[in-house]
């Protein structure tokens, strides 16, 4: 289904193009790939307005990280969203977004698990997120909004803050769309090298080497997941064996297991669920 979406730049231009319909929400920082459509055909259906908002939000990027460098692709972002289907188009400016400026304002504390993983390793990252989802939400007003499962902890936390806040937002999440083999993809792929693009696709075999040792509990899994990474020419920032809302794993439960390494200068994500034996 192709349309030819409305770019709306203001809360006002964006209220009348949405009138009174229910709505569905693909929040994005642009720069967007066959992840990005996988979540706007998921969302398509959800509700009787699809909105794509592109917005690379200054405030979830620690002084250092790649905010400048971040790649922009508005034109054929476009494209991509009306192939997609999708009705509004909302671009922000910077100003739209954080009319008070970018520090000294309100924002939305992560509470405890914002600390952890990639809280852990990016400090600021999760109250940044949170801060412009939250206001992305005020604006867009959607029933339904649809996050990737590749960034399980923004996932998890959007979740959660949709719950605790009282948003009324319905947050819903979409498997992770992978190359040929495996790697999950992501806007900063486009950034490894040839040799990088290669080792980084022990990201997503740890994780199947993982999951294969799921059987033989937690244990087993952490180290058939270890040996592949410890093969791999990569910075391993953590491996992680979590339950589904990333409290402590349970034998013969649901469960999560996560990466993070940086592989040359690109940081590479990537999760899976898996369902633990044993009993440790
Ligand atoms: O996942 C992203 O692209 C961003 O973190 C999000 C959710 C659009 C907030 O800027």
């Known amino acids: ?59 979830q990027f620690a002084p250092g990280e790649d905010f400048e460098d971040y790649p922009r692709t508005f034109d054929a972002d476009l494209e991509r969203c009306a192939e997609a289907g999708v009705d509004i188009v909302l671009a922000p400016a910077v100003a739209t977004m954080y009319p008070a400026g970018l520090v000294d304002t309100v924002t939305v504390d992560p509470g405890p698990l914002g600390t952890i993983l990639e809280g852990a390793i990016r400090p600021t990252h999760f109250r940044g997120v949170l801060t412009v ?39 819903v999440g979409c498997p992770t769309v992978r190359e040929a083999d495996g790697l999950a993809m992501s806007s900063r792929n486009r950034y490894l090298a040839d040799a990088e693009r290669r080792t980084a696709s022990a990201l997503s075999a740890a994780l199947r080497a993982g999951v294969a040792a799921a059987a033989e509990g937690a244990d087993a899994v952490l180290a058939a997941a270890h040996a592949v990474l410890d093969g791999a020419d990569l910075d391993l920032d953590y491996l992680a064996l979590t339950d589904p809302e990333l409290g402590a794993a349970v034998p013969g439960h649901e469960a999560r297991l996560l990466v993070a390494a940086r592989v040359g200068k690109p940081r590479l994500l990537d999760n899976t669920g898996l369902t633990l034996g044993g009993t440790r």
Not at 134 to 152: I, M, N, Q, T, W
């Open 1 to 59: 289904m192709t349309t030819t979406p409305v770019i709306a730049r203001t809360r006002a231009e964006l209220a009348a193009a949405r009138g009174g319909s229910s709505v569905s929400f693909v929040p994005t920082m642009g720069a967007l790939h066959d992840g990005h459509v996988q979540l706007l055909k998921h969302a398509r259906p959800l509700g009787e307005t699809l909105v794509a908002s592109i917005f690379v939000n200054p405030t």
């Open 133 to 171: 989802v939250s206001k992305l939400f005020g604006l867009v007003r959607p029933d339904v909004a649809v996050f990737g499962e590749k960034d399980y902890q923004q996932l998890t936390l959007i979740r959660q803050m949709s719950r605790e806040l009282a948003l009324g937002v319905d947050v």
